[in-house]
């Protein structure tokens, strides 16, 4: 904290200090709001102002109409509806999965347990691109491709949400769990009535994560759809892109619906998903 | 579902039999396995299944429209290393994206990381600022910087236009596309690169400056010798994560350049894409993806040996 600025009173030199730094912070933090607003800016111009060279930088005469074409033109509310499915099942299910697989690798012995957890965790060097190709034949022997099944049942599991419970599991006490079943709670009722609740943090973490790397994702959905009406909206993004390719009015219109939720929403719950990031992050 | 549960109470081993049993020790392993075979089911079906696949994808030359997959050994590899300048111009584009971009992302991050660290009170505000880009979709992102990089009515050219300095088409000259490429991805991650390391800074307590403060050990003798060595090892992990992410570099080229101009932004991840996806030679481009991995699994397992090694405090 006071690494930078050892501001000892009485010293005007090193008063000015903190005002640098942050004007200095200021200007760089410009730089990465400043290409966002730009976007914005872009989406309400009409299409003769965008092609004006030197380009303006607010709307001069700001209009819905980029808006209106983009969802006249375009299956828009079906993007943003797939979007949401494959995210929100993708999340709901891992985050289920790995509170389960996570607390029985940490509180159960069982034959076979290291390797099977060594196992899962390896597929955690397993970098995506290279299983693109094979999950692209398991997916079609599976009859899954250009569904959005494709996009949500090799989500389902995580092997990074396993091991993050199990790491948070590890943390409470055995006995709370031995009690539990002293009284009598059945396996299932101890997870999801202790268990479930103690690991609210990690899952929440978990969640944050999962929900944005499946609602951005495109590599797979680029491999795995082809039907305009069940793309996502990263996809639907690029195709918007390819059709109107000069159209940056439109093209930011699209990309403002597309980002903007999610900006909200992130600047709403900044504090907790910032500490659900590090946890996740740092272990 | 219910064959484990029952070989585990009826062990074989002689000497597991001896072992007592708690009580409601069946009904525990009855609960482990109905929790633990779905998950394991599906890690088969999307993660080891598909491993064993793409390896054996690599030694056949495989084609989903031709009627057969004869084995040729190794010779996807060495076709690719020997005989394909595209595949060895992707390695070299990977290669120097990778080596080129993630010190360009911590040469801002850590900076960054270090100013924000020094001003609690607005920490909060530029932090998410800093962070903003990096919950955007990548796709939008790099419409976006495409927009930006325009000639004509992007703003790069009108910002530099403006202070007197050269103007360029960015992403359709060979010697900017690739630079103009990793400015956007560095932009957009930046931001999760600044908060493990302030949150790697907030872990160093502030004992040790007081402490070196009273030795007046002046800010840069603190930075280096107090700063950089405990967070070191949160610097590697950064680095390391970075540069895997780095490796496996497509949205951006893809959205942006499509891999052009002439092959200059042509990723690894993205040529195996046009391989398999384009020319449907799933068997040539597994071999090359096999070539990434890899290289992922040597930065990976280096990591891994550093941080025995040197990183111990």
């Known amino acids: 904290m006071a690494t930078l600025l050892p501001s000892r009173p009485g010293r005007r030199q090193r008063d000015l200090w903190p005002w640098l730094l942050v004007a200095t912070l200021a200007v760089a933090s410009l730089v990465f709001v400043l290409p966002l607003l730009l976007m914005l800016a872009a989406a309400f111009k009409p299409s003769a102002e965008i092609l004006q060279s030197p380009p303006t930088l607010l709307p001069q005469s700001p209009t819905l109409d980029n808006f209106r074409t983009v969802l006249a033109e375009a299956p828009y509310g079906a993007w943003y509806r797939n979007s949401l499915v494959v995210a929100g099942a993708v999340t709901f299910l891992a985050m289920a999965t790995s509170a389960l697989g996570g607390y029985i690798f940490a509180k159960f012995e069982f034959p076979l347990k290291k390797p099977l957890f060594a196992l899962v965790l390896a597929t955690l060097m397993i970098p995506f691109p290279v299983l693109l190709i094979p999950n692209y034949l398991v997916a079609n022997r599976l009859g899954l491709l250009n569904s959005l099944w494709a996009l949500i049942l090799p989500g389902v599991v995580s092997a990074f949400g396993i091991f993050l419970v199990r790491q948070f599991v590890a943390g409470i006490p055995s006995d709370l769990i031995e009690a539990a079943r002293l009284d009598g709670a059945s396996e299932w009722a101890i997870f999801l009535r202790i268990v479930v609740p103690l690991v609210r943090p990690a899952l929440a973490a978990l969640g944050v994560f999962t929900f944005l790397a499946s609602w951005n994702d495109y590599l797979w959905p680029l491999v795995a759809i082809n039907d305009l009406e069940k793309s996502t909206l990263p996809l639907a993004l690029t195709f918007f892109n390819s059709v109107n390719a000069t159209r940056y009015d439109l093209v930011m219109a699209a990309a403002t619906m597309a980002v903007v939720p999610v900006l909200v929403v992130f600047l709403i719950f900044q504090r907790q998903i910032v500490k659900a990031l590090v946890l996740a992050g740092m272990k | ?313």
């Open chain 2, 1 to 313: 579902m219910a064959a484990p549960t029952t070989s585990v109470l009826a062990p074989t081993r002689p000497g597991a039999a001896r072992r007592s049993r708690p009580p409601g020790y069946a009904s525990q392993m009855a609960f482990v396995w109905t929790g633990l075979i779905p998950i394991l089911a599906m890690f088969v079906v999307f993660a080891f299944l598909p491993i064993g696949v793409v390896l054996w994808l690599s030694l056949h030359r495989y084609n989903q429209l031709a009627p057969t997959a004869p084995f040729i050994g190794l010779n996807n590899f060495t076709f690719a290393f020997t005989k394909d300048p595209f595949f060895l111009g992707a390695l070299g584009t990977t290669l120097k994206y990778a080596v080129v971009a993630v010190p360009l992302n911590l040469l801002f991050a850590l900076p960054i990381a270090l100013g924000l660290n020094a001003v609690p009170r607005l920490r909060a505000v530029f932090r998410s600022a800093f962070f903003l880009p990096t919950v955007a979709s990548a796709v939008a992102v790099s419409l976006i910087w495409r927009y930006i990089y325009e000639p004509q009515t992007g703003w790069l050219n009108v910002a530099l236009g403006a202070v007197g300095l050269l103007e360029h088409s960015w992403l359709s000259e060979p010697a900017t596309a690739l630079w103009a490429v990793m400015a956007t991805a560095v932009w957009q991650d930046l931001g999760y690169n600044v908060l493990i390391l302030l949150a790697g800074l907030q872990g160093i307590p502030d004992d040790f400056y007081d402490a070196a403060k009273t030795d007046g050990a002046g800010g840069w003798a603190r930075f280096v010798g107090i700063t950089l060595p405990l967070l070191g090892r949160t610097l590697l992990f950064v680095s390391v994560l970075t540069m895997i992410s780095y490796l496996q570099q497509f949205t951006y080229v893809q959205v942006m350049t499509g891999g052009g101009p002439i092959h200059s932004t042509e990723t690894m991840v993205l040529y195996v894409y046009s391989k398999a996806f384009s020319d449907m030679q799933l068997g040539y481009a597994s071999a090359m993806s096999v070539v990434l991995m890899a290289i992922i699994l040597l930065v990976t397992l280096a990591q891994f040996r550093f941080l025995r090694t040197r990183w111990e405090y």
